[in-house]
């Protein structure tokens, strides 16, 4: 991963951010994409001191496809040709599907499938042009296999699923060039995530309720850490795992393993 150009979309929280760290460690030169300007601009400065070869923070909205070649050409011309990309950026919307505002729907969709979409055409593009192959990882869910307990998975859940489908089409329509295309599958990880929509009093609560859940539910018996998910990225992005495309890397302490009834 030295010296390699390595773009994250979402990289200024949570999983992204863990991911920019473990590569910035490895010496490689990060792009950390995010919505939020100012968590991109304090991720690319902790890489810089968990060294990193170079850090760039770009303020890209992953759903705007202007701002999105932007981000690629602005990474190429400070970082170099993109060897990996991971797609990462996502939002979580939860309503039963009677009760979800079409807009919510859209905003799910636009994010997490159609940004993910055009973060990894810009990829097979720029990786088309050196023609040196490279490795993508997106960011899947376990709902896109499963219905989540809690009900109202019906946007995010169609969301990751559509993002499984994508990465097992791009997989197979770019192996022949040398990229390979596989899926990350977090389970139930410590980031904001967690608590989105939440008021700031309700989430120390929520957690506390979050953590007495993981106990009971997730059979490793606690939530993962985002360091514990760009582990996996980190070799699925890497050369270690040159022959693996298509696939997907389920880090979840055994959740999806495992039927929550007796029967
Ligand atoms: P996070 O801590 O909320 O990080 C997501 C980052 O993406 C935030 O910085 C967010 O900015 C940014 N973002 C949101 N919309 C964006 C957009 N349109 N363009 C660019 N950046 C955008 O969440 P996370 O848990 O690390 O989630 C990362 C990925 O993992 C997501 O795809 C999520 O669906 C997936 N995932 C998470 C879990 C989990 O349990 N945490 C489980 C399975 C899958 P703002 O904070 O300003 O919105």
Redesign the pocket.
């Known amino acids: 991963m030295r010296d390699r150009a390595i773009l994250v979309?979402?990289g200024?929280?949570?999983?992204?951010r863990a991911v920019v760290l473990a590569c910035a460690a490895r010496g490689a030169r990060v792009g950390v994409?995010?919505?939020?300007a100012l968590?991109a601009s304090s991720v690319a400065d902790e890489a810089l001191a968990h060294g990193a070869a170079d850090a760039l923070a770009i303020n890209?909205?992953?759903?705007d496809e202007r701002a999105v070649a932007d981000a690629f050409a602005a990474c190429e011309n400070q970082l170099g040709s993109p060897a990996a990309v991971h797609a990462?950026?996502?939002?979580?919307i939860n309503h039963p599907a009677h009760l979800m505002p079409y807009e919510d729907w859209q905003r799910v969709l636009r994010?997490?499938l159609s940004?993910l979409f055009l973060t990894c055409r810009e990829a097979v593009r720029a990786m088309l042009r050196t023609g040196h192959g490279g490795s993508i990882v997106c960011?899947?869910?376990?709902s896109a296999f499963t219905g989540f307990s809690g009900g109202g998975n019906a946007a995010y859940g169609s969301s990751?699923g559509g993002v499984s489908a994508l990465v097992r089409s791009l997989a197979i329509d770019y192996a022949r060039h040398g990229i390979r295309v596989n899926a990350v599958v977090?389970?139930?990880?410590d980031?904001?995530?967690?608590l989105t929509g939440l008021a700031v009093a309700e989430q120390a609560a929520a957690h506390d309720a979050i953590l007495r859940d993981a106990r009971e539910q997730i059979p490793l018996g606690r939530l993962g850490r985002?360091e514990e998910i760009a582990a996996a990225v980190t070799w699925l992005l890497s050369d270690d795992a040159s022959y693996v495309t298509g696939s997907h890397l389920v880090c979840d302490g055994g959740l999806t393993a495992r039927s929550a009834n007796t029967f």
Do not use: Y
């Open positions: 979309t979402g200024g929280s949570g999983i992204g994409l995010d919505i939020d968590s890209c909205d992953v759903s990462n950026a996502g939002i979580e994010i997490n940004g960011t899947s869910s376990p990751k977090p389970g139930a990880i980031t904001p995530m967690l985002p």
